[in-house]
């Protein structure tokens, strides 16, 4: 069983940057696929980020197109950690975001391949 707390959420203007977080519990954390998924009001959950284990020895990221180049997904595998800097924010960007976690090697941006989910943290972006 592997245990997911996000951090970080909070309320920014547009063009400002947070750090949001997610501790994991378990020993394996450093070949669990890991990714960043948000869920605005009245939408479905939809996929951020993944830094996903690939080939033994590399790690595969990935963002959604509505994120990159302003989104950065990193991991800390000494502290059991994830990170995720999101540069440049958008009001569209406000959702209640959720860090995930999964032990196989399935497409870790599908949220129904993610086995361990958080129970997420507010960002809110204000023009």
């Known amino acids: 069983q592997v245990q997911l707390v996000e951090s970080g959420g909070g309320s920014v203007q547009a063009g400002g940057s947070l750090r949001l977080s997610c501790a994991a519990s378990?020993?394996?954390?450093?070949?669990?696929?890991m990714g960043w998924f948000r869920q605005a009001p009245g939408k479905e959950r939809e996929f951020v980020a993944t830094?996903?284990?690939?080939?033994?020895?590399?790690?595969?990221?990935d963002y959604a197109d509505s994120v990159q180049g302003r989104f950065t997904i990193t991991r800390d595998n000494a502290k059991n950690t994830v990170y995720l800097q999101m540069n440049s924010l958008k009001p569209e960007d406000t959702a209640v975001y959720y860090c995930?976690?999964?032990?196989?090697?399935?497409?870790?941006?599908?949220?129904?391949?993610?086995?361990?989910w958080g129970k997420g943290t507010l960002v809110t972006v204000s023009s």
């Open positions: 995930a976690a999964d032990p196989s090697d399935g497409d870790s941006r599908s949220r129904g391949n993610m086995r361990y």
């Open positions: 830094m996903r284990w690939d080939d033994g020895s590399v790690y595969y990221v």
């Open positions: 378990g020993r394996t954390f450093s070949t669990y696929n």
